[in-house]
Each structure stands twice: as structure tokens, then as C-alpha cells.
């Protein structure tokens, strides 16, 4: 019997969200964009990813209203829908599950809630008053140590910088843009 190559076949509730963001890269396009990168062009750049892939994991997540497509100055931008943000405590956990569980030359990105200024620890929550931030409510920042795996690409150099997830990433010279 040959192996399928979806999950149509599962009455599970997990099969169906495999379908919509179980792909290869589809995640990672997500990371993206709750670290504020909008635009395919930049995506693209910082993922290293194939245009074609790229096109067809976005085309998928709009689909499926993780996503959606506005024009920003005659450039498509890609934003989180409240579907797609529910998906961060997910990829908050997957993170912090490589970050234990598999070894690679990246420090840890550290998130602070923005009301108070406390790190959040590897469940979410913010100890000092107790709330579990949602993404709109973080700072993103560089942990500590060396990246030997140093990029030079718009997003990583704007990733360097602590910001609030899901603002767009801005350069020196103002917003990314394609």
C-alpha cells in the first residue's frame, strides 16, 4: 500500500491542522511573521526559501484564514488573523521545545511582556503579574551568546533589535519594504 501524502484520511482534529500548517516552512513563515516581517519579498530573503514554496505556503495559510493579503503602497503584505495568532502559544512551545531538546549554534530569542518588562518563562506566563501576554503584548530580543550562524539579511540585522511582535520590522532607513 502506498504512503499517503495527506491527512484527508484522519478524523482527528490534529490531521486537519497538519494540513493547513504541517508543511515545511509553513511554520517558520509564521515565526516571521509574528516577529512583524510582512512582505514575500523579505520572507523569502530571510528564510531562504524557494519562490514557488514560499507562494504556495501563503497562498494555503490565506486559504485557510491564518492569513491575509493587503496591499501596502502596491505591495502585498501578509498579516496574522486572529486564527493565525491563536497559533502562537504553538510556535512559542515548539521553540522553546528545540531550544531544550535539540542542540545548534543559535542563542535563544527572549520575550518580555511589554506592560511590565519581565521575561516570560518557557510556558508563557509573566511571573510578575501573572498573565500569559498575548503575542501583540511581547518584546522580542537576541538572548545572550554567540550566533555563529550570523545572517546579514534585512529581517536578521532588524532582528537584532528588540521590538514588539507583530510590529513591522523597521530598518534604520524606516519600514522593510519588497
Known amino acids: 500500500m502506498a504512503l499517503g501524502t495527506g491527512y484527508d484520511q484522519q478524523a482527528c482534529h490534529l490531521a486537519r491542522a497538519l494540513e493547513v500548517v504541517g508543511e515545511r516552512w509553513t511554520l517558520l513563515i509564521l515565526r516571521d511573521c509574528f516577529y512583524g516581517v ?4 523579505d520572507l523569502r530573503e530571510h528564510l531562504d526559501i524557494s519562490r514557488a514554496v514560499l507562494t ?21 503584505e501578509y498579516l496574522l488573523t486572529e486564527a493565525g495568532r491563536a497559533l502562537w502559544p504553538t510556535i512559542f512551545s515548539l521553540s522553546k521545545w528545540g531550544e531544550r531538546h535539540t542542540s545548534g549554534p543559535h542563542p535563544a530569542r527572549l520575550f ?6 519581565t521575561d516570560i518563562d518557557d510556558v508563557g506566563r509573566c511571573h510578575t503579574c501573572g498573565e500569559a501576554p498575548d503575542p501583540e503584548d511581547l518584546v522580542v530580543r537576541p538572548g545572550p551568546g554567540t550566533n555563529a ?15 514588539r511582535m507583530l510590529t513591522p520590522i523597521t530598518t534604520a532607513a524606516g519600514p522593510i519594504t519588497g
Do not use: N, Q, W, Y
Open 38 to 41: 510582512r512582505r514575500f519579498t
Open 149 to 163: 550562524m550570523r545572517r546579514s539579511d534585512r529581517v536578521a540585522r532588524a532582528l537584532e533589535r528588540p521590538h
Open 56 to 76: 504556495d505556503r501563503l497562498d494555503t495559510l490565506v486559504e485557510h484564514g491564518v492569513l491575509i493579503r493587503e496591499d501596502s503602497d502596491g505591495h502585498p
Open 112 to 117: 518580555s511582556h511589554a506592560t511590565c518588562g
